[in-house]
């Protein structure tokens, strides 16, 4: 079945530093590819998105580019600021090797901790 | 738009018992699904509903059901709680697969 695998973390990093946070999938069918954001007691928030291959979807500073040939989906920053500071989960969409109805498929989260 | 709202927010039941959460989608998004969530975990898919039928399930026992209305608001209903049950119960509706889904805040379930 699909399943979608983030690196560990926390990750934890001083304000203005770079961020890369990796995550691979594996899907039998074309997914759509996500990057949830969730903040301390709240639920998800969408923060940015690829429907297709090489397709890059960008939000508040915020890159992932869609790589159907390495199956990857990594989230980048330049500048992280210490409102960054959440959990941040990779997600995908897809029909399935059936064609019934899109499942959606979540990685575990990985937490970004950002000092000042 | 008015987004997805659910409730109760924090809720705290007895072994055994049953429980139903609800969840009002957001406007002009037919589909809904839900999902459990463990402490320091990602989202769990427990069902989906398109137009108030079930089109989509996760690993998750019959003791786990739900419903969706005409207005696509949705229910979660859960019977013979566990102690396992406990967890963020978290609601989301969509528009469009391609869109991404809209979340609630979630319900905060405890079973004791």
């Known amino acids: 079945g699909d399943s979608v695998t983030q690196m560990e973390g926390p990750v934890t990093l001083s304000e203005e530093a770079c961020l890369t946070i990796?995550?691979?999938?594996?899907?039998?069918?074309?997914?759509?590819l996500f990057w949830y954001v969730q903040y301390p007691g709240e639920g998800l928030q969408l923060l940015l998105k690829a429907t297709k291959a090489d397709d890059k979807g960008s939000n508040k500073g915020f890159e992932a580019t869609y790589r159907k040939e390495t199956t990857s989906f990594h989230l980048e920053k330049g500048s992280v600021q210490v409102s960054d500071s959440a959990v941040y989960f990779c997600?995908?969409?897809?029909?399935?090797?059936?064609?019934?109805?899109?499942?959606?498929?979540f990685g575990r989260g990985t937490s970004l901790i950002v000092h000042p | 738009e008015t987004g997805v709202t659910q409730s109760p927010t924090h809720l705290i039941k007895t072994r055994g018992q049953q429980v139903t959460l609800r969840c009002s989608s957001q406007?002009?998004?037919?589909?809904v699904s839900w999902y459990q969530q463990a402490l320091g975990q990602g989202p769990q898919f427990i069902f989906q509903y398109y137009r108030e039928e079930e089109n989509g399930r996760g690993n998750f026992p019959p003791r786990f059901s739900g419903l969706q209305f005409p207005n696509y608001s949705s229910e979660l209903n859960v019977n013979a709680l566990e102690l396992d049950d406990s967890a963020l119960y978290l609601c989301a509706s969509i528009r469009s697969y391609t869109y991404g889904y809209t979340f609630g805040s979630g319900t905060r379930l405890t079973v004791v």
């Open positions: 990796n995550c691979t999938y594996t899907a039998t069918g074309y997914p759509s």
């Open positions: 406007s002009g998004h037919n589909t």
């Open positions: 997600a995908l969409s897809d029909r399935g090797s059936s064609g019934g109805s899109y499942i959606p498929t």
